[in-house]
C-alpha cells in the first residue's frame, strides 16, 4: 500500500504509482499558522512562541483514494492511515526493526502456529474507550471474512485460521501455517464499537462523521474530496502528543505553484511522490532558509506490462493489446529501453539504474540479476526480436503483424508526475526507432483504467516496506479480483504459479537469512517473466523551510527520507522553529536515536529459541504505499 505504500505507488503505489502500491505525490507543509482559519493559512512562528495554536500544512499532488483503512491504497491515503490508526507493531526510526505498537510484546509457540500479543493498557479511543484486543481481534477476523474489507491488506489474513481475544490485553492468532510476517503486520486497527455499524465496508469511505475515532499520534478532524483533509493532535497518544497542533493535507495539482510558495515562506515542506525534479532541487539548494534533503529512497519506478486482465476463476476483461503476451514482444521492448539515460537525463542522479524488484536500500533483499539473465540496453537485438515475433517493418518503417495492424501501443501516465511524462517522450523515441507506435496517455485518475485493464503499459511505483511481503504478494494470484473492473489488491494482474510457491516459501521461513535467499529468487522469477521492467530507484528529494521547522526525525536516522516513512516518525516528532530551543538559527534534522531514545522499547524473543521475533531490516540506502 502498500504504502501498501507497500505502498500504487503502492497505492505504497502510490496505486498505480497510484506508492508504491506507488500517484505522484508532492508535498509542502505550512508551519505555525494560527487557528481558527483556512485550512492553508499562514501563520508565524511569533505565533506559536506566544502559545498560539500551530498547524503545519501538507501540499500533496496526490489525490486521497479512501480514509478507510480497508480501502486505501495510495501511498497519501495509507501514509494519513499511519497517523490515525496504531498497528500491532512499528518499525524503528533508526533501524527499521519491528518495534512496539499496540502491542508491547509478542510471542510465538514452539511449532510457530499460534502467536500472542500483549496488547497495552495505555490506548485510548479518541472518543475516550480504551482500545483493547478486542478490536485488533474484530479488525483482523473482518478482514478474514468479508471480501470488501480485504482489499487493501487481505495478504496479511489470508493464512490465518483463527482471532481471538480472551482478555482485554491479550490477542491471539493461530495460524494454518508459518508466517514469517506476523512482527510486520501493517494492517491498521480499528475500533470495533465504530466500524461494526458499517453497512458495506467496500463502500465505506470513513468520511461521514467527524472528528472520525482513532487512536494514533493525530485525529481526523475534516476532509473535502480534492480539497483537503485536515487532523489535529492526539493529546492522549501513548508514546506522547505531537508538538504541531494540527497538520493539514492539502491537494496541490501543481508542483511547482508548492515549490513557489515554500520560497515564499507560505509552505514549510515540499517533497513527497515523485518528489522535487533535479531542476527544483538544484535552485532550492541556493536559497536562503532553505535546506533540501536528499536520500537514498524506498521506491521504485517501473514500467508496468498489462498481462491480460482476469479475475480468480480466469474470467478475461479489459483491453490489453494481444502482441504483450508474447514475452519476445514484452523483451524486446524493455530492451530498447536505456536506464541509464533514464537515470542521467530524468534524474540527472538523483536515482540508482533499476534492476530487481527490492530497492538497493534493503540491502538483504535487493536483488540483480546474472550476467546472462540481465536485460541489457541492446536496440539492435530488440530488432531482431521483433522480426522472430511476426512484427516486421512495413514500407513505412512501422512494424506490422501478421494480420497488417500496426504495433501501436498506449501507456498509462500519472498526469502529476513530471517522471513519466519526461520518460514518455524517451519512450516514443527509442520505440519509436523500432517501428512501435506509443500513445502517452496522461490523466489525473490512472486508477479506473487500471482496474479496468484497459490500458497496454502503465508507469508503475510502489513504496517498499522494511518487510516486502506486502509488494510481494500483490502479484500472486490470489491478489486478482472477484468480479471484473472492481477494486482488489493485485498491481497489474499477474499470475504465475512458480512465483505462488516461491510466495509460498518466503512467507513461511522464519530464519532471516534463508527467507532472504527465497525473496531473491521471487525477484528473479518476476524479471523473467517479463511483466515488469524497473528502470530507476528514485532518491527521496525533499526541501523544507528552517526558519518553520526546528527538527523532524529521518528514517533511517543515517541519511534517510522525511515524508512517506514506514511509521509516524516524522510528523510526530516536527518541532515548530520557535518552540525548539535547542534548534540553531538554521535549524536542525533531528536523528532517530534523540527521538525515540529513552523509550525502553524492547523486542520479544520467539518462545523456545533465540531468534528474535523483530524481522530485522537495514538501515542502508529507501508503499502500500
Not at 524486446?332 to 536500500?361: N, Q, S, T
Not at 536485460?375 to 516486421?392: C, M, N, Q, S
Not at 513519466?420 to 483504467?449: F, H, M
Not at 509516524?568 to 540553531?584: M, R
Request: net charge positive.
Amino acid at each position: 500500500m502498500v504504502t501498501r505504500v507497500p505502498s500504487r505507488e503502492p497505492r505504497q503505489r502510490t496505486r498505480p504509482r497510484l506508492l508504491a502500491r506507488s500517484g505522484a505525490t508532492a508535498l509542502a507543509l505550512v508551519a505555525a499558522s494560527v487557528v481558527p482559519g483556512s485550512p492553508d493559512a499562514p501563520g508565524s512562528a511569533a505565533a506559536h512562541a506566544a502559545g498560539a495554536r500551530t498547524t503545519l500544512t501538507v501540499a500533496v499532488a496526490q489525490s486521497v483514494d479512501s480514509l478507510s483503512p480497508f480501502l486505501a491504497q495510495r501511498l497519501i491515503s495509507t501514509s494519513i492511515h499511519r497517523l490515525m490508526y496504531d498497528y500491532l507493531t512499528n518499525y524503528d526510526a533508526g533501524d527499521q526493526r519491528a518495534v512496539p505498537g499496540l502491542a508491547t510484546a509478542w510471542r510465538s509457540s514452539p511449532d510457530k502456529l499460534t502467536w500472542t500479543y500483549t496488547i497495552r493498557s495505555d490506548s485510548t479511543w479518541s472518543d475516550g474507550r480504551r482500545a483493547t484486543a478486542e478490536d485488533a481481534a474484530w479488525t483482523f477476523n473482518t478482514m478474514m471474512t468479508d471480501e470488501g474489507a480485504a482489499t487493501s491488506n487481505g495478504s496479511f489474513v489470508g493464512n490465518f485460521a483463527k482471532v481471538t481475544a480472551p482478555r482485554a490485553d491479550t490477542l491471539v492468532i493461530r495460524l494454518r501455517k508459518p508466517q514469517a510476517t506476523m512482527a510486520a503486520l501493517d494492517v491498521p486497527i480499528v475500533p470495533r464499537h465504530v466500524w461494526e455499524k458499517v453497512g458495506d465496508l467496500s463502500r465505506f469511505n470513513n468520511d461521514v462523521d467527524f472528528p472520525v475515532v482513532g487512536n494514533g499520534p493525530f485525529v481526523l478532524t475534516d476532509y473535502k474530496v480534492d480539497s483537503f483533509v485536515r487532523l489535529r493532535a492526539n493529546k492522549d497518544f501513548w508514546r506522547g502528543p505531537p508538538k504541531f497542533d494540527e497538520i493539514v493535507f492539502r491537494y496541490y495539482k501543481d508542483q511547482d505553484a508548492a515549490v513557489s510558495a515554500l520560497r515564499k515562506g507560505e509552505v514549510s515542506f515540499v517533497a513527497g511522490s515523485p518528489g522535487l525534479t533535479p531542476a527544483q532541487a538544484a535552485s532550492l539548494e541556493k536559497a536562503p532558509g532553505i535546506r533540501v534533503n536528499d536520500a537514498p529512497g524506498r521506491r521504485f519506478f517501473a514500467l508496468a506490462v498489462n498481462p491480460g486482465a482476469r479475475t480468480k476463476d480466469g474470467t478475461r476483461f479489459g483491453d490489453g493489446h494481444p502482441a504483450l503476451l508474447d514475452r519476445g514482444v514484452r523483451r524486446a521492448l524493455f530492451m530498447a529501453v536505456d536506464r541509464r539515460a533514464i537515470v542521467d537525463k530524468v534524474f540527472r542522479g538523483h536515482a540508482v539504474e533499476g534492476e530487481g524488484y527490492i530497492p538497493p536500500r534493503f540491502a538483504d533483499y535487493f536483488w540483480r540479476p546474472s550476467a546472462g539473465q540481465r536485460i541489457a540496453h541492446d536496440p539492435a537485438g530488440a530488432a531482431a526480436l521483433l522480426d522472430r515475433a511476426g512484427y516486421r517493418r512495413n514500407g513505412e518503417g512501422k512494424r506490422v503483424g501478421e494480420d497488417g495492424r500496426p504495433l501501436d501501443l498506449r501507456i498509462l501516465c500519472h498526469a502529476t508526475d513530471p517522471n513519466d511524462k519526461a520518460v514518455g517522450k524517451y519512450l516514443q523515441e527509442w520505440w519509436g526507432n523500432l517501428g512501435v507506435g506509443l500513445e502517452v496517455d496522461c490523466r489525473d485518475n490512472v486508477s479506473d483504467p487500471w482496474y479496468a485493464g484497459e490500458y497496454d503499459l502503465a508507469f508503475d511505483g510502489w513504496s517498499v516496506n522494511p518487510d516486502p511481503d506486502f509488494v510481494l504478494s500483490i502479484h500472486t494470484c490470489a491478489a486478482l479480483p472477484s468480479r471484473p473492473k472492481e477494486s482488489a489488491a493485485t498491481d497489474n494482474f499477474i499470475c504465475d504459479r512458480l512465483y505462488d510457491r516461491l510466495y509460498a516459501r518466503q512467507l513461511a521461513e522464519y530464519d532471516p537469512a534463508k527467507r532472504a535467499v527465497v525473496v531473491r529468487q521471487l525477484e528473479s522469477r518476476l524479471y523473467d517473466t517479463g511483466y515488469m521492467n524497473v528502470m530507476a530507484y528514485p532518491n527521496a528529494v525533499e526541501a523544507y523551510r528552517t526558519d518553520h521547522i526546528a527538527s523532524i526525525t529521518t528514517m533511517p536516522s543515517a541519511g534517510g527520507n522525511i515524508f512517506g516513512q514506514d511509521g509516524y516518525w516524522s510528523w510526530w516528532s516536527a518541532v515548530p522553529a520557535a518552540g525548539a530551543s535547542a534548534a540553531g538559527p538554521s535549524g536542525s534534522v533531528r536523528s532517530a536515536g534523540s527521538v525515540l531514545g529513552g523509550l525502553g522499547v524492547a523486542v520479544a524473543a520467539l518462545a523456545g529459541g533465540g531468534l528474535l521475533v523483530a524481522l530485522r531490516r537495514r538501515a542502508t540506502a529507501e508503499d502500500r504505499e
